[in-house]
């Protein structure tokens, strides 16, 4: 049994170990072949030498992050402890990120990519301008998108983001909801806002919105317009129809990169009308210039139970269509 001596006396104790050592029982979840033992500024780990190599690590990127940003969040170390291999070379540890963060968000929360799907979406978007990314909710894919173009804008790659959504009535009509044009679309697009608010300060959000350089709006506000020098995001896309998706595809300029993403299993169109999406993917993915990622329940990165209720769902779904093509069998038998 090898033994290992760390300390944190270069930070605030409870900013690392948080109140009731709340973080700390995250790192040891993290390591649970390990023994760790917190006394005050000191944590004693015991166990193999492979295993405390890479508790050292993490335990230097933690200390290094919270150091670097004044904050280290559980969802920061969680970031921190589930990136495969070494997330910070030793030697460039002040400087170079690992390939799998996107960027720093607001006070220096760690954004990345998760799973390995995430990541193939950030190599992708790295070469086609245009990248379809479909797949069930909770993997991501509007998070990350979103990343990609606030990582773009911060790099000065783009002039501004613009993210889009169809405003699908879902059981009620937007006519009847209270408030103006703007009150009545905005929930639709709350997703894009909140992802916005975790990578933006508020003050530089609200310069950008103002100032249009960051723009959220309805789908049918793109009619008419051309896209040039931004990063466009479509989100929800499985809700636009055939000529919305054709109309949206049609505005992008020659210096754009645009993602759209999706999920097919939640088509809140009318039943006369068929996803854009569906159609859009079958029409274009011959085309190499145009990336297509699909992610599945193994990139969920909500509550772990979210994957099984997805599963869930998806059983039940193929069981109803078993039985719908078994009644038209016997329909067309006794006909």
């Known amino acids: 049994m090898n033994e290992l001596i760390l300390h944190i006396d270069r930070v605030n104790p409870i900013d690392f170990l948080g109140i009731h050592q709340s973080k700390f029982q995250v790192l040891k979840r993290a390591f649970p072949k ?112 979103v990343a990609l173009a606030v990582k773009a804008l911060k790099e000065k790659t783009i002039n501004r983001i613009i993210l889009t959504r169809p405003a699908v009535e879902a059981g009620e009509s937007l006519g009847f909801l209270p408030g103006d044009l703007k009150e009545k679309i905005d929930p639709y697009l709350r997703p894009l806002y909140d992802a916005l608010d975790d990578m933006i300060p508020p003050d530089k959000l609200r310069y950008f919105m103002e100032n249009r350089i960051i723009e959220v709006a309805p789908l049918a506000f793109m009619r008419g317009r051309t896209l040039d020098k931004a990063f466009i995001i479509l989100d929800e896309a499985q809700n636009a129809t055939i000529a919305q998706l054709k109309m949206f595809l049609t505005r992008i300029g020659p210096r754009a990169r645009c993602i759209i993403t999706g999920d097919m299993t939640q088509i809140d169109l009318p039943k006369n009308q068929r996803s854009g999406l569906k159609d859009a993917i079958h029409r274009l993915r011959s085309i190499q210039e145009i990336g297509l990622v699909e992610l599945s329940t193994r990139d969920v990165v909500r509550h772990h139970l979210v994957a099984k209720i997805i599963r869930a769902f998806d059983v039940d779904k193929r069981t109803e269509s078993d039985k719908e093509a078994s009644s038209d069998t016997t329909f067309e038998e006794h006909n």
């Not at 030498?49 to 690590?57: A, I, P």
């Not at 992708?124 to 245009?130: E, K, L, P, R, T």
Request: charged share 30%.
């Open 34 to 145: 390990l023994k760790l033992v917190s006394r005050g500024v000191m944590i004693k780990a015991s166990g193999r030498e492979e295993e405390l190599e890479q508790f050292e690590l993490k335990f230097n990127e933690l200390i290094l992050h919270l150091e670097r940003f004044g904050e280290l969040t559980q969802a920061d170390m969680l970031g921190i402890l589930e990136a495969e291999g070494d997330s910070i070379n030793t030697e460039e540890q002040t400087t170079k990120p690992t390939d799998e963060i996107i960027l720093y968000g607001n006070k220096g929360h760690v954004i990345r990519a998760r799973t390995a799907n995430q990541r193939k979406m950030v190599d992708v978007s790295q070469h086609h301008d245009i990248v379809f990314a479909v797949g069930p909710a909770g993997t991501g894919k509007t998070y990350t998108a």
